[in-house]
């Protein structure tokens, strides 16, 4: 099945430092998500978002959707040790036929 | 108030066994989804149930089915396994059909030798 483009594939990055990651689709979504995953856990929402161009914070979190619905970003300032994970983009279309669509997860790693 | 509980949290199959999955949703969450995730293929969606009824299923072959009990516990089978059926399968539950509002379980790690 189809599936979003998402990048960078990993980050190694300095505590402190901000995050930059997102998601392209060649097709529209109606809503886009944000996920992180923990080792040995499911997927936890972080960031939902509903209309094209909207932009939302999660505390440090901040996520938009594209103004062409074919794309995401999520934006992490000021990283701490706890936001060491996978991270995944997912679209929705409408009606939710063919569920969630994920991307491939970017996994974050902070070097001390 | 308790997440969502998937049972068994590990399990080791044969290739040709079936297996069952069960996947207990949040008090009150109606919306059950199934998804698999594996390394080279990422998560990908299997099927959702709402209200005992499939509503929605992905692209998988009929050797993945599923059902919904009126308490909205969901189970997932799989027949026939082959190796490649390998993954650790979530389960999600949401208030509504095809809510973005979906909370996930920890997971069922399915290892087929």
């Not at chain 1, 944000?34 to 161009?53: C, F």
Request: glycine letters at 12%; aromatic letters at 12%; one cysteine or more.
């Amino acid at each position: 099945g189809q599936q979003l483009n998402q990048s960078p594939q990993s980050m190694f990055i300095q505590e402190g430092e901000d995050v930059s990651m997102n998601c392209t689709s060649s097709s529209i979504f109606n809503t886009w998500l944000w996920y992180k995953q923990d080792p040995g856990e499911g997927p936890v929402l972080l960031i939902a978002l509903y209309k094209a161009g909207e932009l939302t914070s999660n505390g440090r979190l901040t996520a938009q959707f594209g103004i062409t619905r074919k794309d995401s970003f999520l934006n992490i300032s000021a990283s701490i040790p706890s936001d060491v994970g996978i991270y995944f983009c997912a679209g929705l279309r409408g009606g939710g036929a063919d569920g969630l669509t994920f991307g491939k997860g970017t996994h974050l790693i902070i070097q001390p | 108030k308790a997440g969502v509980t998937q049972t068994p949290r590990y399990l080791i199959k044969t290739r040709g066994q079936q297996v069952t999955l069960s996947c207990s949703p949040i008090s009150g969450h109606r919306s059950v989804s199934w998804y698999q995730q594996t390394p080279g293929q990422g998560l990908q969606f299997l099927f959702e149930y709402f209200s005992e009824t499939q509503r929605n299923k992905g692209n998988f072959p009929g050797r993945f089915s599923g059902r919904q009990f009126s308490n909205s516990r969901s189970e997932m089978n799989v027949s026939t396994l082959e190796l490649g059926d390998s993954a650790l399968y979530l389960c999600a539950s949401s208030f509504r059909l095809g809510s973005t509002e979906a909370f996930f379980g920890q997971g069922t790690r399915l290892t087929v030798v």
